[in-house]
């Protein structure tokens, strides 16, 4: 049987991933251009026994978030660009508090509200630095409306793996763009629960040390009650003083990302073996520069294209390896430079040429052939 097709909005196709993936709890604000999220969360939760709830403003919606993954639930929140601002003390408990959830961010114009209605890729170094002190992250850049669906569902699966924050961040056009989408049936993708603990309520330490990841409770269910702090921590959940314990649950928390590599980090890579012009894309973007590799090979022009789908943690081992043949990376995005820097961090002595635009327009696969053609 032909598997069913719809044609979906990309914030459609998010609402529809997060479901698939056993999301039954939602908090957020209303904030443009990621609403939609939270509608069609709002229509469909209820009618699967999910919890639904709008809250006074982001801030909340992140602390609401953390206490519906607290008791249980797999949850999740959508926002966009002022609303990522006020999530990050939030944030920043959930990673040192190894609370699971997902945030999802549709990119827009800024800083400050900026152009709500335009697009954006200038967001990108909050996922990494937005939140004080060092914590794990890992962000996840669909491009296309299909690949939100199944990113969302990878993101929940992340989150509940490796007991963190996990974010989508994707721009308003591919937010809001419409393409065919092929609805997994149940068992079509790999669907991640947290792991539970095994050992009697009183024996129960939330951040056992013997494990890389500790299971985690739902808080309250089955006798079941630990303390949770932003504070540094023992294994058993209360602040601690002792320098050592403090060094090592700092170390674990990171350990969880470079430990990890390999299942977290995904890529596509088009005509990479002999590419002397790599274009570094993601997002929207990354659909332009699609285009424009296709017409540079065409034309003789040995480009290829690096499309990370796991910006964070950054693909610096990939880079690198395509650094010993290219004599030049481009890298379009709607900023100012944001990864191009990154790019230029792991390819020393590398050409790194960005392409930047900031005006609430899309970059089209001309501009980014126009500077292909400068590097043949």
Known sequence: MAKVKRFMQGNEACAEGALYAGCNFFAGYP?????????????????IGGKW???????????????????????????????????QEGLGYAAMAEIPCVIINVMRGGPSTGYPTGPS??????????THGDHPVIALTPSTVP????????????????RMPVFVFYD??????????????????EIVDRAKPTCKPEDYKPYDSNFEIAPLAAYGKDGYRFHVTGLNHG??????????????????????????????????????DDAEIVLFAYGSTARSASFAQRKAREKGIKAGLFRPLTMWPFPEKAIREAAKKAKVFIVPEMNLGQMSLEVERCAPG???????RVDGEPIN???????IEKYK
């Open 121 to 130: 890729q200038s967001d990108m170094m909050t996922a990494k630095w937005g």
């Open 31 to 47: 904030i443009t251009p990621s609403t939609e999220i939270a509608e069609i969360l709002g229509y469909q939760l209820p009618k």
């Open 172 to 189: 308003e056009i591919v937010g809001h763009m419409r393409e065919p989408v092929e609805i997994p049936e149940p068992g079509d993708l």
């Open 350 to 356: 590398i050409e790194v040429k960005g392409i930047n």
């Open 53 to 87: 709830i709008q809250m006074e403003d982001e801030i909340a919606s992140i602390a609401a978030t953390i206490g519906g993954s607290l008791g249980g639930c797999k949850a999740l929140t959508a926002t966009s660009g002022p609303g990522l601002s006020l999530k």
């Open 235 to 272: 294994d058993d959940g209360f602040p601690t003083n002792d320098s050592k314990r403090i060094d090592q649950g700092c170390r674990s928390i990171m350990a969880k990302i470079e430990n990890n590599l390999d299942d977290i980090l995904k890529n596509e890579t088009v005509d990479m």
């Open 147 to 162: 690949e939100i669906l199944t990113e969302t569902v990878r993101a929940f699966n992340l989150a509940e793996k490796y």
């Open 365 to 371: 696969p001309a501009q980014i052939l126009e500077c």
